[in-house]
T-cell receptor
């Protein structure tokens, strides 16, 4: 079945550093979504991407929809302690029921 | 954020108990979802309801029984669960288009942390 790969699996960075993570698949997606999940909470949508090549920002976060429609990346600039959490990518396949596939997540730790 | 609410937030139950999880969305969406999140595993889609009709059941054991009485409410009835069913159960909702390219985006509730003893 379809599968999303996220890298890196985990990251430990110093406060103030920039962060980059990506999501890849062998399947073509119509939509890419990036979520952040804090411990004990549900995922919160950060950025949604709808067109190949689209580059979208949300504050210090920037995400891009890959030209091949098989990948996406998320960048976080000038990291702060509250950026700690698990970042999930999700791709929406073109099916009649809008099925969304989630990646395994990237765990981010920020060292003050 | 109160777009999607879930109750209870935490639940501990024995294997012979019957309990229900509740989800309510206040976003006017027409689709609702149940996901299971276990440690170190990707989110697993369990059930999908579009316009109150169940459209997907990803080989979920019958001890999990969903119910969608209207487009705003979704329940997950639990019966004779196993310890391996312990996980975070997440509800989500979205607005699904009937035709044309879909830009559906799912919004999640805070989840119910379920522990089966």
């Amino acid at each position: 079945g379809q599968q999303l790969n996220q890298s890196p699996q985990s990251m430990f960075i110093q406060e103030g550093e920039d962060v980059s993570m990506n999501c890849t698949s062998s399947s073509i997606f119509n939509t890419w979504l990036w979520y952040k999940q804090d411990p004990g909470e549900g995922p919160v949508l950060l950025i949604a991407l709808y067109k190949a090549g689209e580059l979208t920002s949300n504050g210090r976060l920037t995400a891009q929809f890959g030209i091949t429609r098989k990948d996406s990346f998320l960048n976080i600039s000038a990291s702060i302690p509250s950026d700690v959490g698990i970042y999930f990518c999700a791709g929406q396949l073109k099916t009649s029921y809008d099925k969304v596939i989630f990646g395994p997540g990237t765990s981010l730790s920020v060292i003050p | 954020e109160t777009g999607v609410t879930q109750t209870p937030r935490h639940l501990v139950m024995g294997m012979t108990n019957k309990k229900s999880l509740k989800c309510e969305q206040h976003l006017g969406h027409n689709a609702m979802y149940w996901y299971k999140q276990s440690a170190k595993k990707p989110l697993e889609l369990m059930f999908v309801y579009n316009f109150k009709e169940q459209t997907e059941n990803n080989s979920v054991p019958s001890r999990f029984s969903p119910e969608c009485p209207n487009s705003s409410h979704l329940f997950l009835h639990l019966h004779t669960l196993q310890p391996e069913d312990s996980a975070l159960y997440l509800c989500a909702s979205s607005q699904v288009r009937l035709a044309g390219p879909s830009t559906d985006t799912q919004y999640f509730g805070p989840g119910t942390r379920l522990t089966v003893l």
